[in-house]
């Protein structure tokens, strides 16, 4: 039975809240003092707390240092805390998302959405606890700028008004994730999410793969077979980059739009749909209905709701904890235990630009966490990264504090090219150290032989006369490894 706590100095809007939670199988804690909540969980931890704003003289402060409190609780950090207020205006929505609330309703509470709301958070909480120890690495939004919270924001209240929405960004700055968070944080978060690329689906196939098709349609089709947008019924269908749909089937997106309805391929009658649509792109749609590649009308319907993802030379401030997130993440991925990044890193990483945005900053710390043997990531272990992502088309390496402004796809050869050589000569160091004992050298640097071998592998050494191992260097040339 999901636990609840409810925190309201008002004991009639208390019995009221009691009584119907109670006939939903709730179990209900309560207090009038937002002092105690802290301490109440601790002691009997619950799935949910429902707190009220406004505390006598203290007004909203007092709400809003509650759940500051909370959030400093290692046990509450990720607890679901729904909002109560009669101002209801966006600065209180502002400071409590940012202070973490997941929900925020205003009074006169409705009391059906505030059980639908507090079911679907409580559920997540306990799938949450379930599968997500302390400690796990989980995909959100990071970031403490006002810039973000700006963002969240504007996310939030589109997501609740469940509105069809155009997310405008450059690539590799998250536009995927806000789709995703758009899902999680509106009322059809345990509803279905289909994600349609439109780069990918081919000109000739685009009707039958959205719009699905009956049997007869072609020489294929036996069946009825549902489209993506039908799959998506209830719930949302998010087009990512929706600037690289072919202008022919355009016109088909924008009936989608005007009136939710869509017809299967090969039929006449038209089915009514209840989907939220998304949209992505990192094109100027402007500039591409100028050049009359894109529909004006098509645009002018999906800047109705256009949310901004700004990029992250917008919020640098936010880097040291994208790198703190990374590192978790990819710590659980790689087995390893890096605490962090040293301060010439952080600060080195906080004058890049990062055209890729947040994207090519988890490929510079995805390469440095391979690559650190040590408990803290140093920039020898991001050297390699930088300097290929900067260097020029001749490939001499720039400073360690150079312009990252190039083109980010040409990246991944030069990574992988890089890493194995750097891999490489740190196994040969260890492995000389160790007058070429592979037992011995696996023991110095904290892994198995047989990981050992791996590595070796990878980076093309061979096993050479009497247990040692010779290799390939960079010049192409053999050369023993000890």
Known sequence: MPRVLIVDDDKNIVAVLQDRFEMENFEVEITGDCRQVARLHEKKPVDLVVLDMDFGAQGEKAGLETLKNLRQQWTAKELPVIIITAKG???TLFESLGQGAADFIKKPIDLKELIRKAKG???????SLAGSPPGIWQERLVGTSR?????????????????????????GSGKDLLARTFHQRSPRAHLPFRQIDCATIPPNLFETEIFGFVPGAHSEAKRVKKGRIEEAEGGIAFFNEIGELPLEQQGKLLTLLDSKTMTRVGSNEPLQLDVVILAATNRNLEEMVARKTFRLDLYQRLKKN?????????HAEDIPLLVNDFILKFNQQ???NISGVTDEVLASFQRLSWPGNIRELQDCI?????????????WNDFRDFIEYRAGTSQGTAVSSRGSLDVDYQSFKAARERSSRQV????????LAKQGGNKSRTAKAIGITREYLNQLLERCGEKRGHGGAATGTGPEGGNEPVN
């Open 334 to 336: 790689y087995g390893k």
């Open 366 to 378: 995805d390469y440095g966490v391979r690559n650190c043997w040590g408990p803290q990531a140093a």
């Open 147 to 171: 810039v973000i919270l700006d963002l969240a924001q504007t996310l939030y209240q589109a997501a609740q008004k469940e509105v069809d929405t155009l997310l405008v960004g450059e690539t």
């Open 121 to 127: 958070l409580t559920a997540r909480h306990r799938d």
């Open 89 to 91: 205006d966006p600065e």
């Open 423 to 430: 891999l490489a000569e740190y196994l040969r160091h260890h």
């Open 306 to 314: 256009e949310i901004r993802i700004p990029p992250l030379r917008e």
